[in-house]
């Protein structure tokens, strides 16, 4: 709903600038954790790391690198610069 400006008289109209700044924000911190995740997955393959606990660990760190794009304030400047980009 935050990519549709709502107007009486101009009815509905989809905001292409914020769906590209929500999407360049939210998308970027999504491939990074899933990224993180992977390498981490690759990494513990080789040292030998299978099944359930193989599976926690890459887990554990797609969410870690997730936290840590969200809490280093990353996202705030994806967000600049794809207002940038896209305004």
Not at 18 to 25: E, H, L, R
Not at 45 to 74: E, F, K, R, S
């Amino acid at each position: 709903m935050n990519n549709y400006n709502h107007h009486a008289t101009l009815g509905q109209r989809f905001n292409w600038q914020q769906f590209g700044v929500d999407t360049a924000t939210n998308q970027t911190g999504n491939l990074l954790a899933m990224g993180g995740g992977a390498i981490v997955a690759t990494l513990a393959i080789a040292g030998g790391l299978a099944g359930a606990p193989l599976v926690m660990v890459a887990l554990g760190a797609g969410l870690l690198i997730g936290a840590l794009y969200q809490a280093t304030a990353a996202d705030d400047w994806v967000k600049n610069k794809a207002k940038i980009l896209f305004n």
